[in-house]
């Protein structure tokens, strides 16, 4: 598939300033950033897409090249020597905490900087219960940390990494093909910038080890399924002595065997007998604060909604609780002896001479006079 124009995707005339072109990246990334759209793909297309754009365009050689010969000039399997490692994500570190820094809290390695280390996930399954009213919760979460023998550096302890001496501590080389220049990650010490001789025996030069640390998450009221409570700096840590990532705990509120929670009202279904549904009574409902009592008008009709106001969920996000909604439904009784059948016989005779039932006789109605629109 033949690729988009770099300013249409951007949205951006060809001689816009470096300005507009960060701006315009920064819009579009802002908006269609995976953290901001889990599990949607189209918008992680376009944020590659804007990036790759991006990247390009805010450097000047490659600008250069991109308007002279198109997408062949930065392309490195054109032949016309291309950006560094060829648009996309080669140099995505750079660009993306130059724009966004301060706002995700600088993802990736900066200019002559460690890299951050990468954001993990932790799924809690919470009862319906502990998400209304809140909860501390203790959580074991396997991460990397810094190895405490060498302090992260990654070196056999009384020594330290040198300076990379084909890089000279830069990361990359730079290298002319034509009229071009090309900067790559440095093939020596692959874009750390030191070399490191002596490595740690515990960690092998990484800088890091696995292990399982414990954490204490308090889990505000209000919660519900999909939201996310962030931990800063519980993430793993970064290569090189680099910044930790952030712990994201992702919730998941249980199905209720009563209620169920469609955002701040609960929802629950209540059995009545026949009695009290045609003489009328008092009943005893389950809140998530107690029990309550529910007044059941005489002759209530089955899937009746009953309302009480403040019974339901405070949103984390601020606001009042909602209600609790009840739904009554008649039961039928089972397992009548002989004498209640006769009870009930006698019953449907006396009833039978009224008019009680108008909802039945209604129906009827409608169906003989459907049946009486046939014609033979």
Known sequence: MAKRD???ILGVAKNASADEVKKAYR?????????????????EDVFKEATEAYEVLSDKEKKAAYDQYGHAGVDPNAGFGGGQGGPGFGGFSDIFGDVFGDIFGGAGRGRGGPMRGSDLRYDMQLDLEDAVKGKTVQIRVPTLVNCKTCDGSGAKKGSTPTTCGTCGGHGQVRMSQGFIAVQQTCPTCRGRGQVISDPCG??????????????????????????????????EAGPEGGPPGDLYVQIHVREHSLFKREGRNLYCEVPISIVDAILGGEIEVPTLDGRVKLKIPPETQTDRVF???????ASVRGGGPG????????ETPVNLNSEQKDLLRQLQESLEKGKHSPKRASWFEGVKKFFDGFTI
């Open 307 to 313: 309302r009480l106001r403040g019974k339901g969920v």
């Open 202 to 235: 515990v960690c092998h030069g990484q800088g890091r080890v696995q292990e399982s640390k414990t954490l204490s998450v308090k889990v505000p009221a209000g919660v519900d399924t999909g939201d996310r409570i962030r931990l800063a700096g519980e993430g």
């Open 323 to 330: 209600d609790l909604l009840c739904r009554v439904v008649l």
């Open 27 to 43: 819009r579009i990334a802002m908006k269609n950033h995976p953290d901001r759209n889990p599990d949607n793909k189209a918008a």
């Open 6 to 8: 770099y300013y249409e």
